[in-house]
């Protein structure tokens, strides 16, 4: 198996911009994961969904974040309009059973910087 | 919100010494688990200790557990360069869905 599959890998935009992240889950997980890591802040769960349904969005930190989950194995991270203070490594991660009981397997990061 | 805090925040050791990294949490879990970040990656998963197991072993690392004190600790014996990473520990909340993760312990092992 590939793993959890994240692009692009380095995303540098202007503020402003709209900007999406893709992941692509491990096949057969049900559970995806975003997250987003900074030096300040450490590693933050921004949302979660099962079976491509949202269960936990709290950690979303603005309207100005979306995400969404149309099939299995595809899952998108939006931000509009992109501000300077969103700039950190979004990652992506998927596990067979609920998060807490079960491994998660992470993607390697998408960079983002926003200028 | 994050549950875990690592410590120390940075260890460095020499090759072929232990390394002993820390994790306390403050409410109560179902399962901890420990995990790697080589620079510039995402995370790997190292090992699960459930909520009433006191001691797991994986090849070279020892994870212990100690609810009463809502603390646990991950050991590398024999440590080598390539065990230089970032470790964190990570706490099921309440539901069991979803994993709070510490900021990390950052290991630097030298030749």
């Known amino acids: 198996d590939a793993g959890v599959i994240q692009s692009p890998r380095h995303e540098v935009t202007e503020m402003g911009q709209e900007v999406t992240l893709r992941c692509k889950p491990i096949s057969g997980h049900d559970y995806l994961f975003w997250y987003r890591q900074t030096m300040m802040r450490g590693l933050e769960l921004l949302i979660y969904f099962n079976n491509n349904v949202p269960i936990d969005d709290s950690g979303m930190p603005e309207d100005r974040f979306s995400a969404k989950m149309p099939n299995a194995s595809f899952s998108t991270l939006k931000i509009q309009p992109s501000e300077p203070r969103d700039s950190a490594v979004y990652f992506c991660?998927?596990?067979?059973?609920?998060?807490?009981?079960?491994?998660?397997?992470f993607g390697p990061g998408t960079r983002l910087t926003v200028l | 919100s994050q549950q875990g805090e690592e410590d120390p925040q940075a260890l460095s050791i020499q090759e072929g010494e232990n390394a002993t990294m820390n994790c306390s949490y403050k409410t109560s879990i179902n399962n901890l688990q420990w995990y790697r970040q080589n620079s510039g990656r995402g995370l790997v998963h190292l090992i699960l200790i459930r909520s009433n197991e006191r001691e797991k072993h994986s090849g070279r690392l020892r994870v212990t557990l100690d609810t009463s004190k809502k603390s646990s600790s991950l050991l590398i014996t024999a440590s080598r360069a390539a065990d230089t990473a970032s470790y964190f520990c990570a706490t099921d909340q309440g539901s069991g869905y979803a994993l709070n993760f510490g900021k990390g312990t950052s290991l630097l092992v030298t030749p």
């Open positions: 991660a998927s596990s067979l059973n609920a998060g807490g009981r079960d491994t998660q397997y």
